[in-house]
């Protein structure tokens, strides 16, 4: 019988391909996004100096369903906006495997309209 791997386990495969190809500076950091069911979060890290300089998720913004598009929309614009504040004008967009459908495609739209430049 030929085992199948889960999707998540194939996921991490991607993220950790990609994570050898993408780092974040000081001049671009790296925006990551995770989604789960019920939240989506995006990060923007420094990868030189290994530290999270922005961080937004779609519980601290406290909206009622934080696992669909809208939740997704609100967290870019949110982390767009805190990026301006830190005087992050660019950065690297790293989807963490996830296929640029969906969430991770109205976060980054979202991210891009706020004023975002990736």
Same mark, same amino acid.
């Given at each position: ?7 998540? &386990?194939?996921?991490? %495969? %991607?993220?950790? %391909? ?6 974040? $500076? ?7 996004? =995770?989604?789960?069911? #019920? ?6 890290? $420094? $990868? ?11 519980? &601290? ?19 767009? +906006?805190?990026?301006? +504040?830190? #005087?992050?004008?660019?950065?690297? =967009? $790293? ?9 991770? +495609?109205?976060? !980054?739209?979202?991210?891009? +309209? !706020?004023?975002?430049? =990736?």
């Amino acid at each position: 019988m030929i085992k199948k791997n889960s999707r998540n &386990s194939e996921r991490v %495969r %991607r993220h950790a %391909r990609v994570r050898g190809k993408v780092l974040g $500076d000081n001049k671009t950091p790296r925006l990551v996004v =995770f989604r789960s069911n #019920k939240n989506i979060e995006a990060q923007i890290i $420094d $990868d030189n100096k290994k530290v999270t300089l922005v961080s937004v998720n779609s519980k &601290s913004l406290k909206l009622k369903n934080g696992g669909n598009v809208e939740a997704a929309k609100a967290v870019g614009k949110a982390i767009a +906006e805190k990026a301006k +504040e830190k #005087k992050i004008s660019a950065v690297k =967009f $790293d989807r963490a495997g996830y296929l640029y459908h969906g969430r991770v +495609e109205a976060l !980054a739209n979202a991210a891009r +309209e !706020a004023g975002l430049k =990736f």
